[in-house]
């Protein structure tokens, strides 16, 4: 009966501890149409530092990913015209056909 007893007491205490604690995460309550400024928001340093970094780290990284000039590969833009006009004849033909 006495560990019964202890077990309830600490299932209490942890429902009073967790209540507690949920009326301290509530600072904002009679405050709900309070302000909050652009300086306080955007401008903060930790965003500010996130962003400036940001704007350094990913083209590094997008050069760091781009191959080497001798594996890439180039193809003549003629050949890429040529391929189009070829494309478009064969679509009309199709398109004739019906």
Known sequence: ??????????????????????????????????????????????NIFITVALIIAVPLLVRAVMPRADYLVSVDPKLLADAATDSKQSLQVRHGDC
């Not at 429902?15 to 709900?32: F, I, T, W, Y």
């Open 1 to 46: 009966m006495a560990s019964g007893s202890l077990a309830t007491r600490s299932r209490k205490r942890l429902v009073q501890l967790c209540a507690a604690d949920c009326r301290k995460q509530r600072p904002s309550e009679g405050k709900a149409h309070r302000l909050i400024s652009v300086t306080q928001t955007f401008f903060t340093g930790y």
